[in-house]
């Protein structure tokens, strides 16, 4: 009777498992309950079998045990054993992806694995995961095939010592981890090669010597490519490496070639016969102004353009652009200042129409910033066109362009020329190179032929003189004689700025400079001097 109601449980789980092969068969499973004569039959089959395992354990676990009859009566029957009822001599569960790994959940049918049971086959079922030790409690088999899966991690070597009668072994095709024990233990020498053949166990020597050649080929061929892309880095492109190994103030044709968009026309703000000007980006977002010499530079000239580079990246003034660095290679001679979201004084009068008050304050302005080099910079001469000096958003004039000079004695006077034609401009708002034959000299004679009985003709008309606006024009350009350097300049426009308009609290008188020549002011003065031809006090600059 209990035979009956066994067989008739393992037809039950049978058909479930042929079925469904779902988590819930191991749930249908633990609420089996044994039939009530199930631990006669077993005491019987102990008696007839002492060799069965359960009938060696401690104490037995009926519910465990029946469990594993019904599960073993099944697996016998997939592995396709000739008589089941007699004897269970294999596993075959190849080629069995699915219910595969469903047997090897159930540990307690390998708990109590059958000696009869001499072979294990669960090839081709894309295992995963460690090897499945559970396995190795059938210590009586004979064979083990595990190939074709995707097994990893360590395996267990010395887990294999009670498998005496083990002589055929396919660990081949999975993803151990290398060992050296199985190659240099007593292992490796009961199976052959072709047992671990791609296992990831042994250490395929041709594919090591692959690895070894390509590592001794690859490695040096990484570290010059290496060496090479981080040399080419440092030559062309050092805004790539930590801020603390960049050059501060040095710039490389391919930094400033990615900063302006490959110098395209969109950026390129400015252009005469030897400079042109972009504007441009660097790669930490700072928004720059580059000057590129195009005329081939010398060895000499590369020379002097960094000696000036170095003094004018020292200016520091609200009148005076900042200098941010250089470019000097062979074929590519650069400056690169900050960019000034503005426009020039030449376009600014020409659009906005100032009123003179403006005008005077812009003037004030410039003669700051020409103090401020005159007393710390002295050698450092500029261009004051009104196409060259910038302004600010807020209005503030900023001289952009600069230039060391060799004659520190005419210089001064140079200035004070390049002031005094600067002056003319803002207020006659001509453009003198554009406008009149002789250039310069002949804008200087045309103020003159004005002045003083027309001056009315000579003076822009968009700035809608007041009578005493008009009386201020005269004095900026005819000062009294005590008006002799830029310090006593600057005094001096700002006594007229002060006059009639709102009083601007700008402390910008700095000591007298030393007493100049007569000449300098008849220089400035322009209107009656002797000799206002432009050649005997125009420096040659290169802008």
Not at 293 to 312: A, F, P, S, W
Not at 361 to 386: H, S
Request: aromatic share 10%; hydrophobic share 40%; glycine share 4%.
């Amino acid at each position: 009777m209990a035979s009956i109601s066994a067989n008739l449980f393992v037809v039950i789980v049978s058909t479930i498992l042929s079925t469904t092969l779902s988590a819930s068969v191991i749930e249908d499973l633990k609420n089996l309950i044994p039939p009530p004569d199930f631990n006669t039959t077993i005491m019987t089959n102990c008696l007839n079998n002492p060799t069965l395992r359960y009938c060696n354990s401690s104490p037995m676990d009926l519910h465990e045990i029946f469990k594993f009859t019904i599960v073993g009566s099944h697996l016998c029957n997939e592995s396709k054993n000739p008589n089941c009822v007699e004897s269970f001599p294999k596993i075959d569960l190849r080629n069995r992806p699915i219910i595969a790994p469903l047997y090897l959940s159930f540990s307690f049918f390998w708990k109590y694995c059958p000696l009869s049971v001499l072979s294990i086959d669960l090839s081709n079922n894309s295992l995963k995961g460690s090897f499945p030790t559970d396995l190795l409690q059938c210590t009586q088999i004979r064979a083990l095939d595990l190939s074709h899966n995707e097994l990893s991690g360590e395996f267990p070597i010395e887990s294999f010592s009670p498998l005496t009668n083990l002589t055929v072994l396919n660990l081949s095709y999975n993803h151990f981890l290398e060992s050296d024990q199985v190659s240099e233990t007593w292992f490796f020498k009961r199976f052959t090669s072709t047992s671990f053949l791609h296992s990831g166990l042994l250490l395929d020597h041709k594919e090591f010597r692959v690895k070894l050649v390509s590592l001794l080929v690859g490695f040096p061929i990484f570290v010059i490519l290496m060496v090479g892309c981080l040399g080419w880095i440092c030559l062309h492109r050092p805004d790539f490496l930590p801020r603390m190994l960049q050059s501060k103030h040095k710039f490389t044709p391919s930094m400033l070639k990615a900063a302006t968009n490959g110098f395209s026309k969109k950026n390129l703000v400015g252009k005469s016969e030897a400079v042109d000007i972009y504007r441009g980006t660097l790669r930490d977002g700072t928004k720059v102004g580059v000057e590129i010499y195009l005329d081939n530079i010398t060895k000499e000239n590369r020379r002097k353009l960094v000696q000036e580079c170095k003094v004018l990246v020292q200016l520091c003034h609200k009148n005076t652009v900042r200098v941010l660095g250089w470019c000097d290679k062979r074929r590519f001679g650069a400056i690169v200042t900050e960019w000034v979201e503005g426009q020039s004084v030449e376009a600014w009068l020409l659009g906005a129409n100032p009123p003179w008050k403006h005008r005077l304050r812009l003037m004030i302005g410039v003669v700051e910033g020409m103090c401020y080099l005159q007393e710390r910079w002295p050698d450092v001469g500029y261009d004051l066109r009104t196409s060259s000096v910038l302004l600010s958003n807020n209005q503030e004039p900023l001289i952009s362009r600069f230039k060391i000079e060799d004659d520190h004695i005419n210089n001064s006077t140079k200035k004070i020329y390049k002031l005094g034609v600067f002056l003319l401009e803002i207020i006659a708002n001509r453009r003198p190179h554009e406008e009149f034959e002789g250039g310069e000299a002949g804008f200087i004679e045309y103020v003159r032929m004005h002045y003083p009985a027309n001056l009315q003709k000579a003076i822009d008309e968009k700035m809608k003189l007041t009578e005493s606006g008009f009386e201020q024009v005269k004095q900026a350009l005819n000062p009294p004689n005590e008006a002799y350097g830029l310090g006593s300049i600057s005094s001096y426009f700002q006594r007229i700025h002060k006059k009639d308009l709102i009083i601007l609290e700008i402390s910008i008188l700095r000591k007298r400079e030393r007493i100049v020549s007569q000449d300098i002011q008849n220089t400035f003065r322009v209107i009656g001097a002797k000799n206002t031809s432009p050649n005997n006090f125009v420096p040659n600059i290169r802008f």
